[in-house]
Each structure stands twice: as structure tokens, then as C-alpha cells.
């Protein structure tokens, strides 16, 4: 397999490369769809620029990065180019080995339910085989490195890139059943944007699966364990933070970063659904509705958590998802993670309702963006009500895609559990509806 994922790697290192040094690197680079205010590299770039005339480059309401970021690219502003292939060549190699070992510890759990018979008889056509699971770990790297939202993401020179990175390997510390790694690089990824966090419930539930800790409040090592974990995670964010204090010599970087985050003061239109709405909020409602969009990406963690218990893998693709439709300023870097996780669920294919909609109207409204945003900026001929209308559907449409995973990977486990072809009392062909 060494080779394939290497052939994959230089065919994605190639495209990047001879887009980086084509004509359409500058307008891919001010695409709204692409960067936003927090993740552009021109922000990136003014920051720098204050930063070297001995000004704090938050003074401004320019630069939005973490610390980190602006002292990683002062060292290598002039490999940039370089240092965003390599992250996501990180990302990708990251998610391949995670799911390949993901893969083993689902056909290892799937040999031992079939050598003590627990599954029903008439659902043997719903187990994974090794042929089938094989090339699962390569078409996820394939997914992420050739999907056109990430390949666009790193020629625009977005940080979201990084990102991306920093969360791949706290996957694969996880994956790995690291618990010291797991908690820095989730410490990491939540210091760059607080949103992160949410990842905590299945980081937490998936090192107590291996460490065969059981889920039972009563137990003391229950609680020993999220409380070492808490530790490592809060220890390592505050020395995190305290870091970045001793680099740039003030704490100006936490309203002008996180502040920002969860302020939303640039309305700047993007692919997310708070700048429309908050630019036509009454400013006495501000506050209010601003708590309710946050909450959203926090909301769903614990219920999500509850449902998926015994499944903290899925679970962390779900809150992927959410976090990149819910949080305020997401760029199609965001989304290209979580739908690189799409070939791990290719065997819930049989049980999805929407898909081939779903599929359309992502394609379609990934080509209407440029069109209508040339249309309102350009033209002149149509408003932001066009622009927002297609952010809207497209969010839709991937609310409707997770949905759709969702049902069909309960709708699987239910099967495993009560057989394929279910029967009434009277014998009769039953319907599964799930509420």
C-alpha cells in the first residue's frame, strides 16, 4: 500500500505546486468561499509586516491568528508554499493510518461477535470484509488531497490547513491510544479555534474503550481517568496560552482572536450562515441570537455523545460536520475534512435515503457561488439575498448529507442487532422507522 499513497502524494504535491505558479493562485487566493477573515493570507502577511516594525500585530483590527501561527511563519514566510503542502500531505498520511487502524479494530471486534454468534443469521450480508475494507485507508487520503475544496484551501494559502493538520494528528494520537499526545494536539487545536473542544466527549470515550475503562459513573476509574485527561488537556492549553503571551509580551491576541470568534464583529460574507443574519439583526438582539448560533456547535456534543457511546469514531465525524457548518467563519478547508471520513462509511451506502440529491445540490451550489458572487459584486445585477440563498442550501444540503449518515449507520447497528428482515408477531414483513 506504500506505494499507491506514495504515487498519491506526488500526483497532490504536483497539482499544487503548478497551481501555485499559474495565474489563478492570486484570485483563488481572494475567494470568500476559500479564506475568511481569520484564515486569509494576506491577513497572515500584515500581520507579519506589523510585527517586524515592532507593532503588535493585533493593535489593528487586521490580524485575527493565534500567536503560533504569525511566529511559525515569521521563521518560514519565505517556504510558505512548501509548509502548506506539507500539512496537508501531514493530514492526509494522519488519516490514513488512523483509519487503517480503525479498520483492523472494527474486523477484529467484527470476528469476535461472529466466532460467539451474536450476530442474527439473516444479516451476514451486512458484514465488512477484509477485501472490502483494504482500500478504505488510501481512498480516504484520496478524498482529502484530491478534493478540490482542499487542494483550493492550500493554494489560497488559508490557514485552515493547519488546522486541519494539528486535528489529523490528534486523530491519530487518539487512534493510537496516546493519551498525553491526544490531549497536546487537542489543547492545540482548540487554541487555534476554540471550537475543537467539542471533540473532548469521543476523545475521551474512545482511550476509555481501550483501556477497557467501563462508561459507569460509580466507578472511580471513571472519574481518575477524565480527570487525568482534563488535566493533560487544561495543562497543556495553559501552557499553550502562556506561551504565546511570553512570545508576543501581552494578552492583546485573546479578544482580538477568540473574541473575535465567538464576537462575530466582520461580517464579511463567507460560506457560514452568521453574516447575512447579523447583518440584518437589530443591534438590541445582537447578544441574544449570537448565544444561540454559538451554542449550536456545543449543543449537539452531549445528546451526540449519548446516541454514539459505543461508536466514538463516527461520533468524531459527526462533530467534524457540525463544527464546520455551525462555527462563524467556515471555509470549504473545514468541510473537506470531514467529507475525506466518507469512504470509511462506504458500507452504510444501502441505507441512505437522500444521497444522490444531497450529491447534486452540493455540486451545484459549489459552481453558483462564483457565479452569483460576480453577479451581486461585479454585475451589479442581483444582491446578497442571491449570495446567502445558495450558502443557505448548501448548508442544507450538508445537514442533510450528516442526517443521512446518521440514520443509516443506526439503522446498520439496529439490523446487527435484531436481524435484517424483520418480522411482525403475526409473522408478517415489519417497516423500521426510526423516531
Known amino acids: ?27 483563488i487566493s ?3 468561499e476559500v479564506v475568511s477573515p481569520l484564515t486569509a493570507w494576506k491577513r497572515v502577511v500584515e500581520g507579519l509586516a506589523l510585527l517586524d516594525l515592532g507593532v503588535s500585530p ?3 483590527d487586521v490580524f485575527h491568528e493565534t500567536p503560533l501561527i504569525i511566529y511559525l511563519f515569521h521563521f518560514l514566510v519565505d517556504y510558505a508554499e512548501i509548509t502548506f503542502m506539507l500539512a496537508d500531505v501531514i493530514t492526509a498520511v494522519a488519516l490514513y493510518i488512523s483509519v487503517k487502524d480503525y479498520n483492523k479494530q472494527v474486523f477484529r471486534k467484527q470476528k469476535y461477535a461472529l466466532e460467539a454468534d451474536r450476530y442474527p443469521h439473516d444479516c451476514h450480508e451486512l458484514i465488512r470484509s477484509p477485501k472490502e475494507m483494504y482500500y478504505i485507508p488510501l481512498k480516504v487520503a484520496m478524498f482529502y488531497l484530491l478534493n478540490p475544496f482542499t487542494i483550493l484551501s492550500c493554494v ?31 489543547a492545540l487545536a482548540t487554541y487555534q479555534s476554540i471550537y475543537p473542544l467539542t471533540l473532548c466527549a469521543p476523545a475521551l470515550l474512545y482511550l476509555m474503550q481501550r483501556q ?18 482534563a488535566f ?16 508576543l509580551g501581552s494578552w492583546d491576541y485573546l479578544p482580538s482572536v477568540y473574541g473575535f470568534i465567538l464576537s462575530v464583529p466582520d461580517l464579511t460574507p463567507n460560506i457560514g450562515l452568521f453574516w447575512y443574519f447579523f447583518a440584518e439583526m437589530f443591534e438590541h438582539f445582537r447578544l441574544f441570537f449570537l448565544c444561540v448560533f454559538q451554542i449550536n456547535v456545543f449543543f449537539y ?24 457548518i455551525f462555527k462563524s467563519y467556515p471555509t470549504v478547508g473545514d468541510i473537506a475534512l470531514y467529507l475525506a471520513f466518507l469512504p470509511v462509511w462506504s458500507h452504510l451506502h444501502r441505507f441512505l435515503r437522500n444521497i444522490f440529491l444531497v450529491s447534486c445540490v452540493l455540486l451545484t451550489c459549489s459552481a453558483l457561488f462564483p457565479v452569483l458572487w460576480h453577479l451581486w459584486i461585479y454585475a451589479g445585477s442581483a444582491n446578497s439575498n442571491f449570495y446567502y440563498a445558495i450558502t443557505l442550501l448548501f448548508n442544507v444540503a450538508q445537514i442533510l448529507l450528516v442526517s443521512d449518515y446518521f440514520y443509516a449507520f443506526l439503522r446498520r447497528e439496529h439490523h446487527l442487532t ?14 423500521l422507522v426510526l423516531k
Open 30 to 32: 481572494e475567494r470568500v
Open 1 to 27: 500500500m506504500a506505494a499507491p499513497l506514495t504515487l498519491l502524494l506526488v500526483v497532490a504535491v504536483t497539482i499544487r505546486a503548478a497551481l501555485f505558479r499559474s495565474s489563478l493562485a492570486d484570485l
Open 58 to 60: 493585533y493593535s489593528g
Open 301 to 324: 456534543t452531549i445528546p451526540l455523545s449519548v446516541k454514539l457511546k459505543e461508536h466514538p469514531v463516527f461520533l468524531i465525524f459527526m462533530q467534524l460536520a457540525v463544527i464546520s
Open 232 to 247: 493533560m488537556y487544561v495543562g497543556s492549553l495553559f501552557v499553550i496560552i502562556c506561551l504565546s503571551f511570553f512570545l
Open 212 to 229: 477497557y475503562i467501563p462508561m459507569n459513573f460509580r466507578r472511580f476509574s471513571f472519574w481518575w481517568f477524565i480527570a487525568q485527561f
Open 156 to 186: 489560497a494559502k488559508s490557514t485552515c490547513g493547519l488546522n486541519n493538520a494539528v486535528i489529523a494528528l490528534f486523530i491519530l494520537s487518539m487512534m493510537k491510544g496516546n493519551v498525553l499526545l491526544s490531549a497536546i494536539f487537542l
Open 418 to 431: 435484531y436481524g435484517l428482515y424483520l418480522k411482525r408477531k403475526d409473522g408478517s414483513e415489519a417497516t
